[in-house]
């Protein structure tokens, strides 16, 4: 099939699955005598298997390990959920840095009057933690908000 037939069967759009022929993460297509990439049943898998990674959140990196242990099948299971797990403890941490931002948002906001008066809590902690530009000796240099300096 032709890269536009690959792209609909398996999800994946043409740019991308050229991109991925580009970093190997897909074989090279065979080409036709006029140059059309052509498209086995076995790359569109590998490119379903891919996507399915991508929408998981696997990094490119760890999608062409995962792509390698899947096409070995004598492969220990063990490394593929050593990558699976390294992933979910990456989430894991995302999810609660993302959840402490929130919830210092949420703070803020209803800390925040909301009317007509300019006093805001939301722009005074955000002034607050902003390194400073200061002048000094005719350098500029940047002032942390908890009063270090740093040479720029």
Do not use: C, I, K, N
């Given at each position: 099939m032709n890269i536009g037939q690959a792209a609909k069967v398996s999800g994946v759009n043409a740019k991308l699955i050229r991109y991925y022929e580009s970093i190997g993460l897909i074989p090279e297509a065979d080409r036709t005598a006029s140059g059309y990439r052509v498209y086995t049943?076995?790359?569109v898998n590998i490119l379903r298997f891919v996507r399915r990674a991508r929408t998981l959140g696997f990094s490119i990196e760890r999608i062409q390990q995962l792509v390698?242990?899947?096409?070995?099948r004598d492969r220990a299971s063990a490394e593929v959920k050593r990558i699976a797990l390294d992933?979910?403890?990456?989430?894991?941490?995302k999810i609660a840095a993302m959840r402490a931002m929130s919830d210092t948002l949420q703070e803020l906001a209803d800390a925040c009057q909301g009317d007509h008066r300019p006093d805001c809590p939301i722009l005074r902690d955000l002034e607050s933690s902003a390194p400073r530009l200061a002048q000094g000796n005719g350098r500029p240099?940047?002032?942390?908000?908890?009063?270090?300096?740093?040479?720029?």
């Open positions: 049943p076995h790359e390698g242990l899947w096409r070995h992933h979910v403890a990456e989430l894991e941490a240099r940047f002032r942390a908000a908890a009063g270090a300096d740093q040479t720029s």
